[in-house]
């Protein structure tokens, strides 16, 4: 399976690679059917909903374009390295389509285009789905002219929409009676300290419904990530990198909450690797064999890949990052995001 920031999975689709993906999230309220970049938001547009990082791509074009069904389901894919100043690529692009084209929904190509050459994105995709069937699927590039198309089942890094994939894992165990939602996390998870450090008292209080709600006491804008300091834990625990989840969460363990637990909501990249971490423990299987197994398979998706930090292990047919920033490709321990 692939993935990207701070993610574990990314798709190009379900069944056939083409289907949307079906899956749970937080006891079962939300269905979200496609993955797509972490600052991704859902968006509805009078009876159209609209899941995607690109604020400003649908305005009324959606309803010129479509009859506007309760049951349209507009799924973006736009993805580089970054949201924002994603692209380093300075030599003159070239713009191509692939995918069959559709004459009566052509607004929604233009408009990609419009999005992509305007912020300089290399790689895009979009699909449509109306009454639970695929009508249009899409892959875009503005690059040049020697690289490779994107294609409409070429695969991306999803960031944090992986935690979903996760979600959807832990209620499972719930619904197998594996696993209670007001269950300490200390209680599961048995990993120590760091040599003369002791845990917050408030740790203890941390369940397994905190994790999934970002409610778990962890503050990154009060503190830091734990998941972009490998070379600091490294050289505190006086490991080799790459570290371990068992590494962080040690680490971790020796530092303070920002709040009580279920006191505020803070997003937190640590709790979700705890939550792979539960899963692990619970069933004795390791995160990526358990999800396939009773998250993906049973809905008959085989498409998604486990991503790598490095570019020389990105999967075939996986879109390439780019971005003026840096930080694309090892700058982090992907494997280590849930």
């Not at 970049?37 to 400003?56: D, F, G, P, R, W």
């Not at 590494?247 to 939550?275: E, V």
Request: hydrophobic residues 40%; contains cysteine; proline residues 4%.
């Amino acid at each position: 399976m692939i993935t990207g920031g701070n993610s574990t999975f990314a798709s190009s689709g379900g069944k056939g690679n083409l289907i949307p993906f079906y899956g749970l999230f937080q006891n079962r309220a939300l269905w979200t059917r496609f993955f797509i970049m972490e600052s991704a938001k859902q968006y509805t547009l009078k009876k159209v909903t609209c899941i995607a990082n690109l604020k400003h791509i649908y305005q009324c074009r959606v309803a010129q374009a479509l009859r506007l069904y309760s049951d349209i389901f507009i799924l973006p894919l736009v993805l580089c390295a970054v949201v924002t100043g994603c692209s380093s690529l300075t030599r003159p692009r070239v713009w191509r389509e692939t995918g069959p084209a559709v004459c009566e929904l052509s607004v929604f190509d233009q408009t990609m285009l419009d999005f992509m050459v305007s912020r300089k994105v290399s790689a895009g995709a979009l699909a449509i789905t109306h009454k639970s069937r695929l009508v249009f699927a899409r892959g875009y590039t503005w690059a040049r002219a020697n690289s490779a198309a994107t294609q409409p089942i070429s695969l991306f890094r999803i960031a944090s929409l992986s935690k979903p994939v996760t979600s959807a894992a832990v209620l499972k165990l719930v619904e197998d009676g594996k696993l209670r939602l007001d269950e300490k996390v200390v209680d599961i998870l048995g990993f120590g300290c760091p040599e003369g450090q002791y845990p917050d008292p408030n740790l203890k209080e941390v369940t397994i419904l905190h994790l999934l709600q970002h409610l778990g006491g962890w503050d990154r804008n009060e503190s830091f990530d734990p998941m972009f300091h490998d070379k600091t834990i490294s050289q505190i625990l006086d490991v080799s990198l790459p570290i371990s989840h068992a590494d962080i969460i040690t680490f971790m363990n020796g530092q303070p909450l920002q709040h009580k637990p279920g006191a505020k909501y803070a997003y937190s990249n640590y709790g979700y690797c705890l939550l792979g971490r539960v899963i692990e423990r619970r069933t004795g299987m390791g995160y990526e064999d358990y999800v396939k197994k009773k998250v993906l398979l049973p809905l008959g998706i085989t498409g998604m890949k486990l991503g790598c930090s490095k570019l020389e292990d990105r999967m075939p047919g996986e879109v390439t990052y780019e971005s003026n920033r840096g930080g694309v490709y090892g700058a982090f321990n992907l494997e280590n995001m849930d």
